[in-house]
């Protein structure tokens, strides 16, 4: 079961990030049943109310794993990629933008940004970015099909050291990656490196579990405008914001 949820290649599963921990709830799920099972065909002549009980826990147990699968691929498969189609659509598309993917997982926002590019550039950026892409992770050909498969290249880098020029991209997307980094020194730095890359009036568009206060008082500090706030809505267990800002076209005017 594990192994036909995880097949990639144009997959219902193609956008499943953390695929590690899915086959481990799965496995988990999928073992405890199978020893319930087991448990109540050894005592079903005669069960005690021990047994009975003890096979009961399992299922309970079991069916709380397959649950947490089940629910990490609807928000992988079903709720993420609809978020994102949302965010990307809202860009005014001139056709010719540059755009970073900054931590882009299964690179979801950097194809949907590819889709809509007829001279730009499209472009993911993850530590496993090419051994992902090697591995078929990254589909080139669903974009090759809606778009120039030009528009769309991957990058293998630490977010905090972005292989991007100053001031080179329109727009900046950036999923829940932001929040790997404990230290928090850490997410203020990749916070100030996408803002390095990102063209004055350019956008930035942070996904993040949990308290999005942080972002939000990062992007200001840092002269952003237009800092909006919005809930993922449906993102079960999980509370999800998408926090997006502005960088201004010009410094302001220092007072003379």
Not at 207 to 211: A, E, L, N, Q
Not at 213 to 221: A, F, K, N
């Given at each position: ?12 599963a193609y ?9 481990v ?7 405890l ?14 069960p ?11 299922v ?22 609809r ?12 056709g010719?933008?540059?755009v970073?993917?900054?931590v882009?997982?299964?690179a ?5 940004s ?21 591995k078929?992770i990254?589909?080139?050909?669903r ?37 790997r ?21 350019g956008?930035?568009?942070v ?5 999005p ?9 840092n ?14 267990i999980?509370?999800t ?16």
């Open positions: 079961m594990a192994s036909a949820l995880l097949r990639r290649g144009g997959s219902p956008y499943l990030e953390n695929a590690r921990l899915l086959e709830l799965l496995g988990v799920g999928e073992s049943m199978a020893v319930a099972v087991i448990v109540s065909l050894k005592y079903d002549a005669g005690t109310v021990g047994s009975r009980a003890f096979a009961i826990a399992l309970a147990a079991g069916s709380a794993f397959l649950a947490l699968a089940m629910i990490h691929i609807w928000n992988n498969s079903v709720i993420k990629p978020e994102v189609e949302r965010i990307v659509s809202q860009v005014p598309w001139g010719d933008e540059v970073a993917d900054v882009c997982g299964s979801l926002a950097a194809e949907r590819g889709e809509r590019l007829s001279s730009g550039l499209s472009v993911g950026v993850d530590v496993w970015a090419q051994a992902r892409k090697s078929g990254f589909a080139a050909g974009v090759q099909q809606s778009g120039p498969v030009s528009a769309l290249a991957f990058a293998d880098a630490d977010s905090r050291s972005l292989p991007l020029r100053v001031g080179s991209v329109d727009a900046v997307f950036s999923g829940f990656g932001t929040r980094f404990r230290r928090l020194a850490d997410r203020i730095s990749e916070l100030e490196e996408m803002l390095r890359v990102l063209k004055p009036g956008s930035i568009v996904m993040t579990p949990g308290d206060v942080e972002y939000e008082v990062l992007m200001r500090r002269g952003l405008v237009e800092v909006q706030t919005s809930l993922v809505k449906s993102f079960l999980f509370t914001y998408v926090v997006s800002a502005r960088k201004l076209a010009q410094p302001a005017a220092t007072a003379a």
